[in-house]
């Protein structure tokens, strides 16, 4: 059964806060700041009218009021050109309008086209500013006269004797609607010109699109680089810690009987941990300063595959290696990221099975071919909830333009992966 709306949603409803609510009261602050702001400029438009009319008193006049106020307003325009006018705009603006943050921009206007539309919105606020406040001025005392005018007598024979169509009785018994018609009525022009410059604002004082495509710009590379530093996280924390659990594990199983073999996982442990700190100064480094001097360089593939490799043999993987390239040969960029994956791979395996695996590394055609096997079973597919580092692995590939696949092939869980080196040379 349809139901009716509720009084608050109706535009009946929502009038009393669109006139008089809290958000009202702050426009019509603002509005006020505007009108204030209007007085100098009004005052030396007065000194430029009054020569030109011959009048001694130009603000005595109501028509040469309005003309000094045509006057000035381009004055206004021609001031809001300095600097420090969009900002201090742009802050009375998010403090009394209403108006999001992100809709404006910070800072002085930069380009002709800012500067013309920082010039409008001055203007448009201390046009519509120095309006309402001389209606704020004029309007409550005569919507004031216009209520207590039935009641009180004396008035009349006075300087504010009412005119004579109120001398009616009917006239005079609605004196006092009409003057609180008028304070709606003022109150009505204050909000909605409050509304309008609360309208224009994002448009005259928001950010260009230029503005937006390099925010959206930056706000991608800070993505960029938080998915680089969890990537480098996940990659070299993650397998120190599934290293050193696994040889810590084995040297509790054979502390009365092995003490040689434990001394080689306390001594793995050892260099693990101290390497994976250097790796994670590196990777800090990076969130403080970019590229920041005197970390720890990231490991490569030419200068610290072997050493990956005697770690896992030593947290009791079985690895058998086969290396038909020269990692050296191999850009940079390349030989770190290749390493991460092969860490990654081994990481997983270490997880998840004790099986040997078999590293295959070869370069041809301009590819680099990195492929890692172990019996089904082992692989990151027969845990549930594992798959992370797969994920990291597919993101570093992509980034650098290859492919990778990983999955069953018979009995064998196979990963492999193809980069392009000329790409990164």
Known sequence: MPTSPSPAASPLGRAPAFLFGGRARRRWIHLVLGGALAMPYVLVGSVILGPLTGADDVL??????????AVGLPLAAVTSLFPPTRPLETGAVRALCGVDAGALADGPARTRAERARTALWFTLHLGLGGIVSGMSLAVPPFAAVLVVLPVVAPLRGSPLEPPAALDHAWATALCPVAGLAVLAALAACAAGAGALLARCAPALLGPTPEDRLAAAEARAADLAVRNRLARELHDSVGHALSAVTLQAVAARRVLDRDPEFVREALAAIEETTRRTVGELDTVLGVLRDGDAPGTAPAPTLAADLDGLLRRTRAAGQPVTAAVATDPAALPPLLSREAYRIVQEGL???????????ALRIAAAGGLLEITMENPLGAGPAARPGGGHGLRGIADRVRLLGGTARAGAAGDTWRLHVRLPVRDHA
Do not use: C, D, I, K
């Not at 005595?60 to 106020?69: D, E, V």
């Not at 990481?347 to 695996?357: C, E, I």
């Open 60 to 69: 005595g006049s109501f028509p040469l009021q309005l003309g000094s106020f």
């Open 347 to 357: 990481s997983n395996a270490l997880r998840h099975a004790g099986t040997p695996v």
